[in-house]
C-alpha cells in the first residue's frame, strides 16, 4: 500500500488543438479541478482564499462606515448589519485564515521534505472542493437570513450543515499534508531536521486535527437541536454561544500557526546563513499550537479578580497563562530567534521579509490585545475591543501569505515577482491592518459595544475611530485586489526566476522552475536541516 496517488497523464497538446481555444480552457480547466498534483491543489486554496479576504475586507469596510454615525443606519439596515457581520467572521476565518495557510503549507512542504507527490493526494482534492462547497453553502445561507441569528430556520440549518462540510474538507486536506511530513520525507530527514515551514505546517496540522473535530461535532448537535426542537442549544440566538469559539481567539493562532515556520525560512534565508538557534525556533512554533487546547474545550479562561481570594486567583491565573500566555510566548520565542538569526548573519534586503515579518508582528499585536482583554477588570467584554484583535490576527495571517506566495511563487510558476511592488504592498498592508484594528482598541476602552452599529454613544471622536477602521479594511481590500493582479501579470509574463533565486538552503530550490510534475527525479539523502547548502561550495562554512 502507497500513500501516493498516481497522476492520470495529461492530456496532450495535440488531443485539444482540434477543438481550438474553447477546447484547451476546457481541458484546463479540467487539469485543475481533477488534479492530484500537491502545487496546484495549493494554489486553489491560497488564491481562493486571497478572492474571499478582498471581499470580507469589503464588508469590513461597509460595516466600519455604518458605524462612523451612530445614530442611525446610513446605508444599511438591521438585518443586513447581523447577517454582514456573521457572514465577515465566518468568511475571515474559515475562508480566509484557514485555506490561505494550509494551501501555502500543501504547495510547499511535500517539496521541502523531499517528496516526490503529497500522500492522499486524491483526498487533499477532495478537501478543496468539499471546503469550497461547504463555503459557498455559508455564504448563501447567510445572505438567505441565515447563519448566527439569521431569521429563516431553513436557512440556519443550511449554514450550519454549510460549515460542517467546509470544516470537514478542511480536516481531510490536513490529514494529507500531515500525513506527508509524517511518512514522506526524505532519506536522513529526521523530524528534526525538517524545514521550519514544514514543521510549523506539522504543529500547525496537528492543531488543526484536534480543533476540526470539534467544530464538526458542535455543528451537528446544533443542526439536530436547531431542526427538530430547538430546546438545549438556543436555536438561532445559541449559534454563536456554541460555535463563536471558532471564529475568535485562540482558535485563530491555529489558523495562522503555520505561518511562523514563513517567518522563519525567509529570515532564516536573508540572513545567508544557517540559523544558530533553530531548535529554540522549533519549541517557540510549538508553544503556539497550544491554543488548540482552548478551542478543543471551547473555553475562553479569563481573569475575574472579582471578590475572590487570592487562591482563586491562582487557580484562574495558571490555565489563563496556559492557554493565553504560552501562544503569546511561542510566536515571541520565533520572531526574536528570527531578528537574533538576521543580527548574526550577513542580512540581504528581500521583498517577502516585508510582508512576512509584519505580518508576525500584528498577530503579536492581537495576541497581546486578547491577553489584555481577558484581564475581567479591564472592562473589555463585549465591546468592539475584540473585533480589533480579531483583525489583527486574520489580517496578520494574510500578510504573512502574501510573503510566502512572493518567497515561494518564483518556484512554482517559475518566474519572479517584482521586488518593488511587493515592498509597498507589504507596507500598505501593515498600514491598512493598523487602521483596520488600533482604532477598534481604543475604542473597545471607551466601551462602544460589538455587533452594533449605531445606538451607542461615548466621549471622544467616535467617528474618528470608527472612519479610521473604516478606512483600514478599505486599504487592505485593495492591497489583496492589488497583490493578486500584480501576481497574475508576473507569474504569466514576468521575468524568469531561475532555480534558487533567493540562494536558498533547502530541498525545494534544488529542482527546476517552475517544479516537474513528479517534483524529483532523485532526491538525496539528507545530512543537516540545510541539505542544499551542503551540496553549495563552502556550505558548511555558512
Not at 494550509?102 to 487533499?124: E, H, M, T, Y
Request: net charge neutral; proline share 5%; hydrophobic share 50%.
Amino acid at each position: 500500500m502507497t500513500t501516493f496517488d498516481t497522476p492520470a497523464a495529461a492530456p496532450s497538446a495535440a488531443s485539444s488543438s482540434g477543438a481550438g481555444a474553447l477546447g484547451a480552457l476546457v481541458v484546463g480547466i479540467g487539469s485543475w479541478a481533477t488534479t492530484t498534483d500537491h502545487k496546484k491543489i495549493g494554489r486553489l486554496f491560497a488564491m481562493t482564499a486571497l478572492l474571499m479576504g478582498a471581499a470580507s475586507s469589503i464588508i469590513g469596510a461597509f460595516l466600519g462606515f455604518e458605524r462612523i454615525s451612530a445614530g442611525g443606519y446610513s446605508v444599511l439596515d438591521l438585518d443586513s448589519v447581523v447577517q454582514l457581520s456573521s457572514l465577515y467572521r465566518v468568511v475571515l476565518s474559515f475562508g480566509v485564515a484557514l485555506p490561505l495557510m494550509l494551501g501555502i503549507a500543501i504547495a510547499v512542504v511535500p517539496l521541502q521534505i523531499g517528496s516526490k507527490a503529497i500522500a492522499f493526494g486524491r483526498l487533499a482534492l477532495f478537501g478543496f472542493w468539499m471546503w469550497f462547497a461547504g463555503l459557498a453553502v455559508c455564504i448563501y445561507s447567510i445572505a438567505a437570513n441565515g447563519g448566527p441569528g439569521g431569521g429563516e430556520a431553513k436557512m440556519v440549518d443550511l449554514f450550519l450543515v454549510g460549515l460542517v462540510i467546509a470544516a470537514a474538507g478542511a480536516l481531510a486536506a490536513t490529514v494529507s499534508l500531515v500525513t506527508t511530513v509524517l511518512t514522506n520525507r526524505a532519506p536522513g530527514m529526521s523530524l528534526a531536521r525538517v524545514p521550519m515551514l514544514s514543521w510549523a505546517a506539522l504543529t500547525g496540522g496537528v492543531s488543526l486535527l484536534l480543533t476540526l473535530p470539534v467544530v464538526i461535532g458542535t455543528g451537528i448537535y446544533l443542526y439536530v437541536d436547531h431542526h427538530y426542537g430547538r430546546l438545549a442549544f438556543g436555536g438561532n440566538k445559541g449559534v454563536n454561544d456554541w460555535l463563536g469559539w471558532s471564529m475568535t481567539q485562540p482558535q485563530t493562532y491555529v489558523f495562522a500557526a503555520i505561518g511562523v515556520g514563513i517567518v522563519a525560512e525567509v529570515t532564516t534565508v536573508a540572513s545567508g546563513r544557517r540559523h544558530p538557534l533553530r531548535a529554540i525556533l522549533l519549541v517557540g512554533a510549538g508553544l503556539l499550537t497550544v491554543a488548540a487546547f482552548g478551542g478543543a474545550t471551547q473555553v475562553q479562561h479569563a481573569l475575574t479578580w472579582t471578590n475572590t481570594s487570592g487562591s482563586d486567583k491562582v487557580k484562574e491565573l495558571i490555565p489563563f497563562l496556559i492557554f493565553n500566555g504560552l501562544p503569546l510566548l511561542g510566536a515571541l520565542v520565533v520572531l526574536g530567534g528570527c531578528a537574533l538569526g538576521l543580527a548574526k548573519g550577513k542580512p540581504r534586503v528581500m521583498a517577502p521579509l516585508v510582508p512576512a515579518v509584519l505580518g508576525l508582528v500584528m498577530v503579536l499585536a492581537g495576541m497581546a490585545g486578547h491577553l489584555i482583554a481577558q484581564f475581567g477588570p479591564a472592562g473589555l467584554a463585549g465591546t468592539v475591543f475584540e473585533e480589533g484583535e480579531f483583525n489583527y490576527v486574520v489580517y496578520g495571517t494574510v500578510l504573512m501569505g502574501i510573503g510566502a506566495i512572493a518567497f515561494w511563487g518564483p518556484k512554482l510558476w517559475g518566474r519572479s515577482l517584482p521586488q518593488s511592488a511587493v515592498f509597498g504592498l507589504g507596507t500598505l498592508g501593515f498600514l491598512g491592518t493598523v487602521l483596520a484594528s488600533l482604532p477598534l482598541y481604543v475604542a473597545g476602552f471607551a466601551d462602544q459595544p460589538a455587533g452594533a452599529v449605531n445606538g451607542f454613544t461615548y466621549g471622544g471622536p467616535q467617528e474618528l475611530w470608527n472612519g479610521l477602521a473604516a478606512v483600514g479594511q478599505a486599504i487592505i481590500a485593495a492591497t489583496i485586489v492589488l497583490f493578486v493582479l500584480t501576481a497574475v501579470r508576473a507569474f504569466r509574463t514576468g521575468a524568469p526566476a531561475g532555480d534558487d533565486p533567493w540562494d536558498a538552503q533547502t530541498l525545494e530550490w534544488s529542482v527546476s522552475s517552475p517544479v516537474p510534475a513528479d517534483n524529483f527525479a532523485s532526491v538525496p539523502a539528507v545530512t543537516s536541516p540545510e541539505p542544499l547548502l551542503d551540496l553549495k561550495p563552502a556550505g558548511r562554512e555558512k
